[in-house]
């Protein structure tokens, strides 16, 4: 699989400006190998290590039916699952309802053919893959330790588009994540995540190797703060990447390209090995992006303004460094135009930081009378907005109104009624914008139950008549 979109070269952001966050243990074990290839045979694995003295151990069993352990970009889709749970609001049963699209589009994958296919093979592998992680996962409640044995996905269901029974862009599908990353994600054993920055880099190894890379950063027993560097034994390092041949001069050649890929994008500083064989150590030193984002652009009327809404001096100039004063300022004026239209931010400058940053559109405009332009708040929930300034095709209307439902409704629908609706909105039964108003209103008013009753019912209709 290709990435959808390389021409945005994104820097990595500091952890003060990420908003987003990835759970710490699945981040720091290295659940799924960073090789973008393994052989068929390659169904399992075992590490043994030490947890603050004491022995480890995690291993993983596979079939070959799926082609092997979880690989490559396996990585991206359990990203893309758990930062859209994270966006529904971690349900506490772990289920999540989406599309297909959706998940690709999350992982910053292409939306055609064989990338469904793909997806499909990804979403068994970590449906059939069985984890243990002995004396390694962490209970943030306790403070301490524990075993586990887990399926990265508990349940999997969805509709099939095509004749062959396999994934397609029509496809919905309701999963549910394993219980002890649920549990650990609303425990807020998490840890900073910046999905713009891991989705432009351009291999699947260099974007495995980034994920892990970012976790061991950040110390297991309180992932808050980074560490400035990150040394470790270079077999071991291959054990932990998944690597299958662990002979030295293979390992090296096998990271190379991805620590190329960091250091070109700020990321890491430098990669330093020392000592010779499988006695060698190798240092990861990070970039201070701090440093980096404090002095290139001096301070004037801009950064001024974003600081009156308590956006840091730092984070500022980093910003204006990155998208140039202009889009600061179109981006600034659009940020006052959304509170203005009614929106109640929790964190202001948090969100501001994040309508300067948005490539995906999240804060749609509509034509006012007069001629100008306003921003439509995003009442219900903001990141699931995923509108243009300018008309959508009708498909990615639909998704966008498929993905506000299945958050509004939740287990209201069923995976082939939520197909269903989908059929429907693309005929226009119902309009999609409409059907999100009418739930929105029906949300508020706390009348969510006899909206879906009456929303079945048409749906019953839709498909007696399509039948």
Not at 260 to 289: C, I, N, P, W
Not at 290 to 299: Q, R
Request: charged share 30%; with cysteine; hydrophobic share 35%.
């Amino acid at each position: 699989m290709t990435r959808s979109k390389r021409s945005q070269k994104s820097t990595p952001a500091s952890p003060k400006e990420i908003s987003r966050i990835d759970e710490a243990n699945v981040g720091r074990l290295g659940l799924i190998s960073i090789q973008e290839r393994v052989p068929e045979t390659f169904t399992s694995w075992t590490i043994d290590f030490h947890v603050e003295g004491r022995p480890a151990r995690l291993s993983c069993d596979a079939v070959p039916k799926y082609g092997g352990v979880p690989h490559g970009l396996d990585g991206d889709i359990s990203t893309a699952l758990i930062d859209l749970y994270v966006e529904d609001g971690c349900p506490e049963d772990g289920v999540l309802h989406t599309t297909a699209y959706q998940i690709l589009k999350r992982a910053g994958l292409h939306d055609s053919g064989r990338y469904y296919q793909n997806l499909r093979q990804t979403l068994f592998r970590l449906r059939t893959a069985t984890y243990t992680a002995s004396e390694a996962w962490r209970d943030h409640r306790r403070g301490n330790w524990t075993t586990v044995t887990f399926n990265y996905l508990e349940a999997l269901e969805f509709t099939s588009g095509d004749e062959d029974l396999g994934l397609s862009r029509s496809s919905t599908l309701k999963i549910r994540l394993a219980e002890p990353i649920v549990k650990s994600i609303r425990a807020r054993y998490t840890k900073p995540l910046d999905l713009e920055f891991l989705t432009s880099l351009d291999r699947p190894l260099t974007r495995a190797l980034y994920r892990l890379l970012d976790a061991r950063r950040y110390p297991p027993e309180d992932p808050r703060e980074p560490l400035p560097s990150f040394t470790v034994n270079l077999i071991e390092w291959a054990e932990a990447c998944k690597i299958v041949d662990r002979r030295s001069n293979k390992i090296r050649s096998t990271l190379q390209g991805a620590h190329e890929e960091l250091m070109e994008r700020h990321y890491l500083s430098a990669v330093e090995y020392e000592g010779r064989g499988q006695k060698q150590q190798l240092t990861y030193r990070f970039a201070d992006l701090d440093v980096l984002a404090a002095s290139p652009v001096p301070d004037g009327p801009l950064i001024a303004e974003l600081a009156r809404h308590r956006v840091s001096a730092a984070v500022a100039r980093r910003l204006v460094l990155e998208y140039g004063e202009d889009h600061v300022r179109r981006r600034l004026e659009k940020f006052r135009r959304l509170l203005d239209g009614g929106y109640k931010a929790r964190n202001r400058s948090a969100v501001l930081v994040d309508v300067i940053r948005d490539q995906d559109n999240k804060y749609p405009e509509a034509a006012a009378e007069g001629g100008e332009r306003r921003v439509v708040a995003p009442s219900y929930m903001p990141t699931l907005v995923e509108a243009t300034d300018d008309p959508q095709p009708l498909e990615a209307q639909v998704d966008a109104a498929l993905k506000t439902l299945q958050f509004l409704l939740r287990e209201r629908l069923s995976v082939s009624e939520y197909a269903l609706l989908r059929m429907g909105m693309i005929v226009g039964q119902p309009d999609p914008q409409e059907i999100t108003r009418a739930a929105s209103k029906a949300k508020v008013d706390g009348l969510l139950t006899e909206f879906t009753a009456e929303l079945l019912l048409h749906l019953q209709h839709l498909q007696a008549t399509a039948s």
